[in-house]
């Protein structure tokens, strides 16, 4: 990742306020962080959910003067999750989140190394009917892929640009990456970049 954006734009460059007055496409110039984006919806009276990635899409279309994207649906109202105590045969309800119940027994099933990744959180969510037991299978017979590196999602930007940044500071403190990390948010994104 190249921290210095610069010889694409003049020093005198800075990121605008974001205002009701940007264009869309100055919007999509610049990173913004969600809080910021919700904060602009809820001023211009626009959803303010759906991911930071459909919000901005609806931010970028209503500044430009545009038809807005679909609203996506709201999520389904909470449904029962799972209570202690809980044990291999317990089964997997739908709509149950990774939640501290499920962390404990995995904890103590599967040992202190064990966290909620990739893998564990779409059996989770896809997998309704299951039990925890199988669940425990399923992270074991992951392990090979989970250690393999992945890619990091695009609306995971700060964690991308991080993950780079240490990559190629592996002596550097998190203290120097969050620095890093504030002076490339203040540049405009790259053509072509989202």
């Not at 602009?40 to 919000?55: C, E, F, P, S, V």
């Not at 064990?114 to 009917?129: K, L």
């Not at 592996?170 to 969050?178: E, N």
Request: glycine share 8%.
């Amino acid at each position: 990742m190249n921290e210095n954006r610069t010889t694409s734009t003049t020093a005198a460059e800075s990121r605008p306020p974001l205002t009701a007055g940007l264009t869309g496409a100055e919007l999509l110039r610049w990173y913004w962080t969600l809080d910021e984006l919700t904060g602009l919806a809820r001023t211009m009276g626009i959803a303010r959910h759906g991911g930071k990635t459909a919000l901005t899409a609806r931010l970028a279309a209503a500044l430009d003067g545009l038809p807005l994207p679909a609203v996506p649906a709201r999520r389904r109202p909470a449904t029962a999750q799972l209570a202690d105590p809980v044990d291999g045969d317990t089964v997997i309800p739908p709509g149950q989140r990774c939640s501290q119940v499920l962390r404990r027994y995995f904890a103590e099933a599967i040992g202190p190394g064990f966290h909620f990744d990739a893998f564990m959180r779409d059996f989770i969510a896809e997998n309704p009917g299951r039990t925890l037991a199988d669940a425990v299978a399923h992270w074991h017979a992951t392990r090979p892929d989970a250690a393999r590196p992945r890619e990091i999602a695009e609306q995971f930007e700060f964690n991308r640009f991080t993950s780079a940044w240490h990559r190629e500071n592996p002596a550097g403190t998190r203290a120097q990456a969050l620095e890093a990390w504030y002076a490339h948010r203040a540049l405009p994104k790259p053509p072509g970049t989202a």
